[in-house]
């Protein structure tokens, strides 16, 4: 199946600092992205969807300010925490669709990034 | 809107025995759906998914579903329970594009699955 590599997988940062995320499509070029937020046991949030080209579309009560999304090429899209608190420590998952994916079938999945905040 | 509901929030079984995570949805139009396993501090991995035809599904690691569309249900099941199939399972929907849908997946709450020896 399609590689989604999300780096780092784990980042421990001051409060106050900003954090950026990354997510890569390797072996397929990916006109969306989608990126997610876990809490611990909880299920996923869609937090953003990401278009390569254009400005991300933020799902209600997701502070477009304090996630800043840039998807600036087909196969690259980065998601920055600004101004990170500790409520914002949690697991962060992107997800990529495959533009050959006309029926929008499916999306890969990156291996998410623990992000904590002290 | 379309919605999904897993019960039980958590499962237990005895390894070699039956597998068996509940996944109801709701939808206007008939969804695509998806399973998903996550291991701990991992991504989601795709076990299976149905969009069109056949209803019984099959996918990895031994593991099936079937859509009922009348009992509007994706139970996920596996015959033999491995101490490896131990992790977080998500069902997940979305509306296909063509039924006026978009990209969004909608996940269930997920179950965990505990196997013991």
């Known amino acids: 199946g399609a590689v989604v590599s999300q780096h780092p997988s784990r980042v421990i940062c001051k409060s106050g600092t900003s954090v950026k995320i990354e997510c890569r499509s390797l072996?397929?070029?990916?006109?969306?992205m989608f990126w997610y937020r876990q809490f611990p046991k909880k299920s996923l949030m869609l937090m953003a969807t990401?278009?390569?080209?254009?400005?991300?579309?933020?799902e209600q009560g997701v502070e477009k300010d304090k996630f800043l999304i840039n998807h600036a090429s087909l196969t690259l899209s980065t998601l920055t925490v600004t101004s990170a608190h500790p409520e914002d420590s949690s697991f962060y998952i992107c997800s990529a669709r495959d533009y050959r994916d006309n029926m929008n079938t499916e999306a890969f999945f990156g291996q998410g990034t623990r992000l904590t905040v002290v | 809107a379309q919605s999904v509901t897993q019960l039980g929030s958590h499962v237990s079984v005895s390894e070699g025995a039956l597998v068996l995570l509940r996944c109801n949805y709701s939808s206007s139009v008939p969804p695509y759906l998806f399973w998903y396993v996550q291991y701990p501090n991992q991504g989601l991995q795709l076990l299976l998914k149905y969009t069109t035809g056949a209803t019984l599904v099959k996918g990895i690691n031994g593991f099936e579903a079937e859509f009922k569309k009348s009992e509007t249900s994706f139970h996920l099941t596996k015959p033999s329970a491995h101490m490896s199939d131990a992790a977080e399972y998500f069902c997940?929907?979305?509306?296909?594009?063509?039924?006026?849908?978009?990209?969004?997946?909608?996940f269930g709450a997920g179950t965990r699955l505990a196997v013991h020896p």
């Open positions: 990401s278009n390569e080209g254009s400005k991300a579309t933020y």
């Open positions: 997940a929907v979305r509306i296909p594009m063509f039924s006026g849908g978009y990209n969004k997946l909608i």
């Open positions: 072996d397929f070029q990916a006109t969306t």
